[in-house]
């Protein structure tokens, strides 16, 4: 006759399993947010940075109409895509032209700030 040894079931522990799932999740969903946040963060610098080449095309324009017109005094604004600029051209004593250009963005909320001073001799 054989004897038979009595087994027991192996314990499994209970609530392991959903203690580490959860654990699991909440992970994924740190990670998740991270990225979220790092987009959003990229996007906005985007953004900035085009604005920021903008300007500096409006800028050069700007210098580039003020280097090709006949000297003279003036004065100007206007706002351009979002973006808001005022200029001031003037002759001194010494017979240099000035031109004193400034960007900003319109909403003021952009970040965008940019200036420009140029100066040329002009015939007295």
């Given amino acids: 006759?054989?004897?038979?040894?009595?087994?027991?079931?192996?314990?499994l522990p209970r609530g392991d399993t959903i203690v580490e799932a959860l654990v699991a999740l909440l992970l994924l969903a740190t990670g998740a947010l991270?990225?979220?946040?790092?987009?959003?963060?990229?996007?906005?610098?985007?953004?900035r940075a085009a604005a920021r080449h903008h300007a500096a095309a409006l800028l050069e324009a700007r210098a580039a109409?003020?280097?090709?017109?006949?000297?003279?005094?003036?004065?100007?604004?206007r706002t351009v895509d979002g973006l808001a600029e005022s200029w001031t051209a003037s002759r001194d004593a010494d017979s240099l032209a000035i031109l004193v250009d400034s960007l900003r963005a319109a909403d003021d909320r952009g970040g965008v700030r940019a200036g420009l001073v140029a100066v040329r001799g002009c015939a007295p």
Avoid: F, K, Q, V
């Fill in 1 to 11: 006759m054989r004897s038979r040894t009595a087994t027991t079931p192996s314990r």
């Fill in 34 to 47: 991270a990225l979220i946040g790092h987009t959003a963060t990229l996007t906005r610098d985007e953004r």
């Fill in 65 to 77: 109409e003020w280097a090709g017109a006949p000297c003279a005094d003036g004065a100007g604004a």
